[in-house]
C-alpha cells in the first residue's frame, strides 16, 4: 500500500470513528466474534455485499451509504449485546439474526441501544468493549504489550490493566472489572 492509499485509508476510519463511534472493521469483528459469524454471514444479515463488507471493513470506503444497513448494524449490536448479558441464547440469536436481515430498517435514530440495560446503566460488557476500543485505537496491541512491559516493574496494576483489555480476550477483560469493582 503506497502513502496515498494509507492515508485515504487512515482518514476513511477517522470518518467511520466519528459517524459510528469506532472503526467499522473493529465493529464488524466484533459481532463476528460476539454472534459466532463469518464475513459472508454478516454480509448476508447486513443486505451487503461481501466485497462491500470487506471494503468498510479495510477503510477503502468510509460511509454505509444505505440507512437501513446502519439499522442492521444497531440490530445486531443490540443482539450481540443480549447475546453477551445472557438474556437470549445462541439459538435464539440466529432465529433474531432471520429476522434483522429481512428488516428494511426505519430511522436510524429509533432503534434500542444496546449501551444499557434495563436500570439505565451500561453494561458490564459495554464498559469493557469501549475501554478495550478505546485502547487499540491508539496502539496495536504488540505496542500495548511492550508498554505494559515497560510499566510493570513499578506500576504492575497499570500493566496489567493494560495487557487484559488493551490485548486481552473481552471474556477475560469482563471478568477482570468485574473483580475490581468496589
Known amino acids: 500500500m503506497d502513502a496515498a492509499q494509507q492515508e485515504s485509508t487512515a482518514r476513511a476510519r477517522e470518518l467511520q470513528r466519528s459517524w459510528y463511534g469506532e472503526p467499522l472493521g473493529a465493529l464488524f469483528r466484533r459481532l463476528i466474534d460476539d454472534l459466532g459469524l463469518n464475513q459472508a454471514r454478516l454480509a448476508a444479515v447486513l443486505g451487503l455485499s461481501a466485497p462491500m463488507l470487506s471494503q468498510l471493513m479495510s477503510g477503502q470506503r468510509a460511509k454505509i451509504g444505505n440507512p437501513a444497513v446502519v439499522q442492521r448494524v444497531q440490530a445486531l449490536q443490540d443482539l450481540a449485546g443480549q447475546v453477551a448479558d445472557g438474556s437470549v441464547s445462541a439459538a435464539e440469536a440466529t432465529a433474531r439474526m432471520d429476522e434483522v436481515k429481512k428488516s428494511q430498517g426505519g430511522s ?19 464498559v469493557v468493549r469501549e475501554i478495550q476500543s478505546l485502547l487499540r485505537s491508539v496502539a496495536a496491541a504488540g505496542d500495548i504489550i511492550d508498554a505494559a512491559d515497560s510499566l510493570a516493574p513499578s506500576h504492575p496494576e497499570l500493566a496489567e490493566f493494560l495487557r487484559v483489555y488493551g490485548a486481552g480476550r473481552t471474556a477475560e477483560a469482563v471478568a477482570h472489572y468485574e473483580a475490581h469493582q468496589n
Open 108 to 126: 436510524v435514530l429509533t432503534g434500542t441501544s444496546q449501551t444499557t440495560n434495563s436500570t439505565g446503566a451500561p453494561t458490564v460488557r459495554r
